[in-house]
């Protein structure tokens, strides 16, 4: 059975070596900010006394960025679950929008991320390569071979969303 919780204060070298294991670091870079994600609040869930997904976000000015979003059960709706708890625990914090990051390589988080209800709002061309001066561990080459070059936003407006 799959467990979805808080990540806690306590959690840090764990959820540290998950990033380090399956991101390079516990870096991420958006929009030219640096995150440290080892750092940030989020979910985890848990099956077995694993963590199988992780979701990490940042709340700035009522907008939420979804910093990383992993999960190594697909299909099963975690992400799904995963992404929810970060608008609800948004909307607590009065948040207006959620709002992410991908490249333009990672086709699964396009697809996974406007089924959820999220528009693509803006396409900074070349990003990735003034990414790369601040987070020299993303590669040239990402996801079936594509170059990655792009950084891709995408929000979901939650002010008009109740509950």
């Known amino acids: 059975m799959v467990r ?8 840090q070298e764990e959820i540290s070596q998950f990033m380090k294991e399956n991101w390079g670091s516990t870096v991420m870079v958006s929009k030219g900010h640096v995150h440290q994600l080892d750092r940030l609040p989020g979910f985890i869930a848990v099956e077995n006394d694993k963590i199988i997904a992780i979701i990490t976000y940042y709340v700035v000015n009522k907008n939420c960025e979804i910093v990383s979003l992993d999960s190594f059960k697909e299909k099963r709706g975690i992400g799904t679950q995963l992404v929810e708890c970060v608008i609800d625990a948004a909307k607590k914090q009065f948040c207006e929008k959620v709002w992410l990051i991908t490249t333009n390589d990672n086709v699964n988080a396009i697809r996974f991320y406007q089924k959820r209800g999220f528009t693509m709002t803006n396409l900074y061309i070349d990003a990735v390569q003034e990414a790369r001066k601040l987070k020299q561990e993303i590669p040239i080459i990402g996801y079936e071979g594509i170059p990655i070059l792009h950084e891709i936003e995408f929000e979901k407006n939650i002010c008009k969303i109740k509950g």
């Open 4 to 11: 979805i919780q808080n990540i806690k204060a306590e959690m």
